[in-house]
């Protein structure tokens, strides 16, 4: 089932499409098939992860499950006088097993050809839980590398903060450049003077003693944590993906409020694929070139004025596009 799930599975958002498409089909509702066109791309190249839809999906074969509920429902004395039977549809389910597995194997290994790939479903496939007094031994020991891992996650993130500190120019840079680097200045209390213009007696301007990091850009700031005095960030946090120099097929990551999470090609990129797509060479095929050059730009309003004004994209316009 696991080789099947990574070859012909289906997604949690794709399973109730699929099943209201199958029953439509059984009950041949031609209307609902047509306005459901969509669901049929993948209804005839998936299925549910069972054995009774997956012999179905792979080899054609109509399984009849009715005598499992013996197994659910039956007690043992009705199980002793169907033994035979029963042993029989078991056998049956193995064979059948044995047959969907001699498919779904050689599509397994072309859908996911890197070896790791096998060994990382035939670990997953060995996983158990104990049921006995290790259990709780276990979930200790799972807390234990659960917490040590987030430490971990969050002393190197916290690491790359301050790193980021000492760029000399972030905004060269295309992850940080995306980062509020506005430097809150430090700030006074009013100076109070005599008649004679003097400072009256601790009169003098001081600074503000409970301001957060003057000095600092607002991005630091805003992951500072007051109580342990100290940069606190999660891989959630919105500025871990910068922190990491996050890309997505090979390009920058950029977090728009109108688009979400987008991706930055550099313009003279783009302008390079999309003249090789006007004027491809013998050599070359729409396989050679970039996945953003079938997704369409994304446009962002250029008026400051514009609710929807961003202001990295907007000055970037002349030397990146961007993409969702």
């Excluded at 078991?90 to 044995?98: F, K, Q, S, W, Y």
């Excluded at 991706?263 to 060479?281: E, T």
């Amino acid at each position: 089932m696991s080789l099947h799930v990574s070859s012909g599975g289906l997604c949690n958002q794709q399973r109730l499409h699929w099943v209201k498409y199958s029953k439509a089909k059984r009950e041949q509702d031609e209307e609902f098939l047509k306005l459901n066109a969509d669901t049929g791309k993948f209804f005839d190249v998936s299925s549910l992860n069972s054995l009774k839809e997956v012999a179905l999906h792979y080899c054609g074969i109509t399984m009849d499950k009715s005598r499992r509920n013996v197994f659910v429902d039956g007690t043992l004395s009705e199980i002793r006088a169907e033994f035979q039977d029963l042993m029989d549809y078991c056998a049956c389910d193995v064979e059948i097993t044995l047959r969907v597995f001699l498919k779904v194997l050689p599509a397994f290994l072309r859908k996911c050809p890197h070896p790791v790939s096998f060994a990382g479903m035939l670990m997953m496939s060995e996983g158990y839980l104990p049921v006995d007094k290790s259990w709780t031994e276990y979930v200790q020991r799972s807390e234990n590398l659960f917490e040590q891992v987030s430490t971990d996650v969050e002393e190197k993130l916290r690491n790359l903060a301050e790193e980021a500190l000492k760029v000399e120019d972030p905004m060269q840079d295309p992850w940080l450049k995306n980062l509020d680097w506005t430097i809150e200045p430090q700030k006074y209390t009013k100076p109070k003077f005599k008649k004679d213009g003097t400072y009256a007696k601790n009169g003098e301007p001081r600074p503000y003693t409970k301001q957060l990091l003057p000095g600092y850009p607002k991005w630091y700031r805003e992951i500072w944590d007051r109580q342990e005095e100290r940069v606190h960030v999660t891989v959630r946090s919105r500025v871990a993906p910068y922190l990491l120099k996050l890309k997505w097929i090979g390009y920058p990551l950029y977090h728009s409020a109108l688009y979400g999470w987008t991706f930055c090609v550099p313009r003279d990129h783009y302008d390079a694929c999309m003249l090789k797509l006007a004027h491809p060479s013998t050599a070359e095929t729409h396989l050679d070139l970039p996945a953003f050059i079938n997704m369409r730009p994304l446009e962002f309003p250029l008026d400051p004025e514009s609710e929807e004004y961003e202001p990295i994209p907007a000055r970037d316009r002349e030397e990146a596009v961007y993409f969702k």
